[in-house]
């Protein structure tokens, strides 16, 4: 079974600067999709950027990318200019295709983000 | 209003009682989930449905049923409430094929006394 696992409970930044959370998971699957979800204190779960493990090039949206290292399994996102209100629960997710039993997604348990002004 | 929408929001019941976390979305994805979250556990996956009238168990069914008569419900119920499914319930939406990512409802807040 794929398991994914965030090694830093907490995490704290100053505003302006760079912070990057750790992500590793574990699959013998070669086809497979990451993310990364941000979850306010709202609760809404946003989408915040994915990766394709097809794809060598690491996905970038904005302030954010991603360092994709497929044979170490890791998968961690940089945040760079950190904002207020970047400071949420960052979720990393893993997801085989659809089809089958598979599709869902497996989640990490979470890295808190807090960032000082 | 277009997206995925859950209902109620919180709800507060007593064990033995059977509760229905209703979900809701306009977009006719083909995959909807239902989730929990719990603190220290993340998000973990109750049940899913690829289509209307096909749902498969996930991580954690136990005490849970679900049912998917219309492509856009996907509705959760707990038969006799515990404790121990106080949690945080969200419900999610997929279009499958090639768009994997998922899109979330609001949550429902689910105390259980």
């Known amino acids: 079974a794929q398991t994914v696992t965030q090694s830093q409970p907490e995490m704290s930044v100053q505003e302006a600067e760079t912070v990057t959370l750790s992500c590793t998971y574990d699959?013998?699957?070669?086809?497979?999709?990451l993310f990364w979800y941000k979850q306010p204190p709202s609760r809404q779960m946003i989408l915040v950027i994915r990766?394709?493990?097809?794809?060598?090039q690491n996905a970038t949206e904005n302030r954010f990318s991603v360092n994709f290292q497929k044979a170490a399994k890791s998968f961690s996102l940089k945040i760079s200019d950190s904002q207020l209100g970047d400071a949420a629960m960052y979720f990393c997710?893993?997801?085989?295709?659809?089809?089958?039993?598979?599709?869902?997604?497996?989640f990490g348990k979470g890295t808190k983000l807090s960032v000082k002004p | 209003d277009a997206g995925i929408t859950q209902s109620p929001r919180y709800k507060i019941t007593e064990t033995g009682r059977q509760v229905t976390l209703m979900c809701h979305q306009t977009?006719?994805?083909?995959?909807m989930f239902w989730y929990r979250q719990d603190l220290g556990h993340g998000l973990r996956l109750i049940y899913y449905?690829?289509?209307?009238?096909?749902?498969d168990k996930g991580e954690v069914p136990d005490g849970y049923v679900v049912s998917r008569s219309k492509t856009e419900n996907f509705p959760l119920t707990l038969e006799s409430a515990t404790r121990s499914q106080t949690s945080v319930y969200f419900c999610?939406?997929?279009?499958?094929?090639?768009?994997?990512?998922?899109?979330f409802g609001p949550g429902t807040r689910l105390t259980v006394t």
């Open positions: 449905s690829a289509a209307a009238d096909i749902t």
């Open positions: 999610a939406s997929s279009e499958g094929g090639v768009y994997y990512e998922q899109y």
């Open positions: 990766q394709e493990a097809y794809k060598q």
């Open positions: 977009w006719s994805h083909s995959y």
């Open positions: 997710a893993y997801r085989s295709p659809p089809g089958g039993s598979q599709g869902n997604l497996i």
């Open positions: 699959t013998s699957e070669s086809d497979y999709y």
